[in-house]
């Protein structure tokens, strides 16, 4: 059984499906005003993993994952380029969705934009102004208000009496307290809809709760996100579904960790932002997953020389030897079948099944790694347990989204290495080195 760390119970909790053999499940998407950094490449990561994991167990996922595509920083954007703000977000939303391609992650299901969902956002927010959660204030923005939700702050942990008590003072006088938050703003600056409370545009915490509730249902599985998401973003999500359909949004909230670059906190400030493209490009999808995957998703992963190298000798580690037991299958013309080593798949799959801990799915990987290669070396190989260990261990790369093609041998990569045996056996050293190299030319030693 798959288990999870709820952020809202703070514990570890047994996955109970809202509909049995089927995941719902929400992740906050970007907000589309400039390119991905490596950061925003975690979550697409650790959520792929999540629903391939699901899938690996028999479930069928609805993967929901939005765009928000109007924000006072796409405006900005649109207003230093002499442009639109469809054209800003349309150019990050390609972005992005071609980064997903590159990470190899699976495409979510429902890509919902915020202004493709207008008129259900400002249907929702009449909800709260005519159910007494929602003040329309003397400027004609709409609030909010968080004494509304007698349960605000049980997804962060937050307590509102705390927070209001170390709170200075709002320059907005438009709010009753200062926590309050904006579902619409009124505004003649930039992109703007019409509505009740005049032109405007909506606040960022109601548009995610609309989309889920129009894609997804009143209540769902998983919501999930960045840790810095659960406060104000998520809280604020959550207090609204409460207020409006008087349900918890979400069963189960699950945060991934930050990351860090040479042990510092990635910011605009110091100078350290690595974009995603970039980095993929460099070390290629492979390698960027397995790193990713290399630590735990609530724990901070540490981006560096070091880290990445460590990463590197791993995955080479893992892939070689598969590499190898291609060839040696291709050069004895043995059959080759789909059947994988079910203990050792099982095995994996528990330690995933376990809040999803890559950690220790990785000890698992290593140690079928390790019997592949003790199978390699007997001196009569049994092409079939080698073909099975085999599969058991791409079936576990599958599942962390790492791609590995069978290496097949032609004709002419046979009489490479019946040359290369035939001169080693000869004694023929410099022959032998000759058929060598044009051997690691070619990627096979």
């Not at 320059?171 to 003649?188: E, H, M, S």
Request: with cysteine.
């Amino acid at each position: 059984m798959i288990r999870l760390y709820n952020s809202k119970t703070l514990q570890i909790e047994p996955f109970r499906p809202v509909k049995e053999g089927h995941v719902s499940m929400y992740v906050c998407g970007p907000t589309v005003y400039n390119y991905a950094h490596i950061g925003n490449a975690r979550p697409m990561v650790v959520f792929d993993v999540l629903k391939r994991l699901f899938e690996a167990e028999g479930y069928t996922v609805t993967y929901v994952s939005n765009f928000t595509d109007v924000d006072d920083k796409i405006i900005n954007r649109a207003i230093e380029e002499n442009t639109t703000e469809a054209v800003i977000a349309q150019r990050y939303i390609d972005a992005y969705q071609a980064l997903r391609v590159q990470l190899n992650t699976q495409i979510p299901d429902i890509t919902p934009r915020v202004t493709e969902t207008m008129d259900d956002i400002i249907a929702f927010i009449q909800e709260m102004v005519n159910n007494g959660s929602a003040y329309v204030s003397e400027n004609g923005d709409v609030y909010f208000s968080v004494e509304a939700d007698e349960r605000y702050g049980e997804i962060s942990h937050q307590n509102l009496d705390m927070l209001e008590a170390g709170a200075r003072i709002d320059v907005n006088q438009g709010k009753k307290n200062p926590y309050d938050f904006a579902l619409w703003k009124k505004t003649d600056k930039g992109i703007q809809w019409d509505s009740p409370w005049g032109k405007g545009r909506p606040g960022w915490h109601t548009e995610c709760v609309v989309m889920i509730n129009k894609n997804l249902g009143e209540i769902i599985d998983i919501h999930g996100g960045g840790m810095d998401l659960k406060f104000p973003h998520h809280e604020n999500e959550a207090a609204q579904q409460e207020c409006t359909h008087h349900n918890a949004l979400a069963n189960y909230w699950v945060h991934n960790a930050m990351i860090n670059i040479d042990g510092q906190k990635m910011s605009k400030s110091l100078g350290n932002t690595l974009w995603a493209k970039d980095i993929i490009d460099q070390l290629g999808t492979g390698l960027t997953r397995w790193l990713m995957s290399s630590v735990h998703y609530r724990k901070e992963l540490n981006f560096s020389e070091e880290t990445v190298e460590t990463a590197r000798k791993e995955l080479e580690k893992v892939l070689n030897p598969l590499k190898q037991a291609d060839i040696r299958i291709s050069l004895a013309q043995a059959e080759v079948t789909d059947e994988k080593d079910e203990e050792s798949f099982r095995s994996f799959l528990d330690q995933l099944d376990d809040d999803l801990n890559t950690p220790n799915a990785y000890t698992v990987i290593f140690e079928t790694v390790k019997k592949l290669n003790q199978s390699l070396r007997v001196r009569e190989i049994d092409y079939a347990s080698v073909n099975r260990i085999r599969n058991a261990v791409t079936a576990m790369l599958d599942v962390l989204g790492i791609n590995v093609e069978r290496t097949v041998l032609s004709e002419e990569d046979r009489e490479l290495f019946r040359g290369w045996n035939e001169a080693k056996k000869a004694k023929d050293w410099g022959k032998a080195d000759t058929y060598r190299n044009a051997l690691s030319g070619k990627g096979l030693l």
